[in-house]
């Protein structure tokens, strides 16, 4: 059975409850755009391709919810429920381009029922173009990687990460669907273990050969000769070619730049900012008992000071390819990146 994160059925957003794997996999189905923001804020959804889509079918249920008769309320109603999507994660850029093409959408309509239509067909048709989008990702990255490559990722950039397929996990999907043998290696990702809760759940899922490492264990595996290829996702890339992304892939590239392993990000053009600089980013903080426990066990003092940031920032010097649906853009990005925009 292939993964789907988000569906919309009967007026509702069904996603699959990524806090309960690898345990159980659940569906959960909300009515109230309201309960989709407190899904992506306590990362029932997480990844920033899911959580664009997640905001635009946030988008769809609020259009639902409103009983504004008039064109101009709604689009008041609809502009309260983007600001609330919108505050709920700031580093993935694909929130915020989600909730701009609904809202653009939505001003388009003529009428309350034009408007209500086009809201939903459009976060729909944004959930299908991720899958498309994703696999043709797939096509372009699979050429980067040879029979019997070992790949390293970091986090979860797959299936679980987008509406399906995924964005690194694609390629790798793409890579054994060339008919390349692959095995992977997956960090753990601390301190909410997306690389051993979701890679290693999703990878095992689809027979993909995986091997689970501590964190730690990046330049032991690297020095030791075991991974040709790293791929990563990305929550936002600047024109720069600058790539935030879970927290530790700036580790990984550096070492991987260290053993002279190519170290790839892929990533949808809806991923890129044009226009931020890197101070500009808002890196967000998590809470302290990410950090100061596993699980319900305690493993750190009371009272200890916590620096627990969710994403860093990888700078292009380390990067050898920025892989999307348009291409592979390599360095120097500031050139390479407004090429694959203009073949749009
Ligand atoms: O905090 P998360 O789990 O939302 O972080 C996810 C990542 O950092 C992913 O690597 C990124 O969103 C790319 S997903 C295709």
């Not at 409850?17 to 959960?28: G, M, Y």
């Not at 309960?35 to 889509?53: E, M, N, W, Y």
């Not at 095995?183 to 909410?192: D, G, L």
């Amino acid at each position: 059975m292939e993964l789907r994160t988000i569906e919309w059925k009967d007026d509702s957003v069904v996603m699959i409850d990524q806090t309960k794997l690898p345990n159980e996999l659940v569906f959960v189905k909300y009515t109230d755009y309201n309960d989709v923001a407190d899904a992506i804020r306590t990362l029932v959804v997480r990844g920033a391709p899911a959580i664009g889509v997640s905001g635009a079918f946030g988008m769809a249920l609020a259009a639902l919810q409103s009983s504004s008769e008039t064109k101009e309320n709604l689009l008041s109603d609809l502009e309260k429920a983007k600001k609330i999507l919108n505050d709920t994660r700031p580093t993935a850029v694909n929130l915020s381009w989600g909730l701009k093409t609904i809202m653009q959408i939505a001003k388009q309509g003529k009428t309350v029922s034009e408007i209500k239509d086009g809201v939903i067909a459009k976060a729909k048709h944004m959930a299908e173009e991720d899958i498309n989008v994703n696999k043709k990702m797939g096509k372009n990255g699979e050429k980067l990687f040879h029979n019997n490559d070992t790949i390293m990722t970091h986090c979860n950039a797959g299936a679980l990460a987008t509406v399906a397929y995924g964005t690194a996990l694609g390629v790798i999907r793409a890579t054994k669907e060339s008919g390349k043998k692959v095995k992977v290696i997956a960090t753990e990702t601390r301190p909410i273990q997306q690389g051993s809760r979701l890679t290693a759940f999703e990878l095992k899922h689809d027979g993909i050969d995986v091997s689970l490492i501590p964190d730690t264990a990046v330049g032991y595996t690297m020095a030791n000769g075991l991974v040709n290829g790293v791929i990563v996702g990305a929550d936002r890339i600047l024109q720069t070619g600058h790539v935030f992304n879970k927290i530790g892939t700036y580790q990984v590239a550096t070492m991987a730049k260290q053993h002279n392993i190519p170290f790839y990000v892929a990533a949808p053009l809806s991923t890129f900012d044009l226009e931020s600089n890197p101070k500009d980013i808002t890196i967000e903080q998590r809470k302290a008992s990410e950090v100061t426990g596993i699980g319900d066990k305690k493993t750190a003092p009371d009272g200890i000071d916590v620096i627990n940031p969710a994403f860093d920032m990888t700078p292009p010097e380390l990067i050898s390819g920025i892989i999307t649906e348009n291409g592979v853009a390599k360095p120097p990005y500031e050139e390479s990146i407004k090429k694959l925009f203009k073949a749009n």
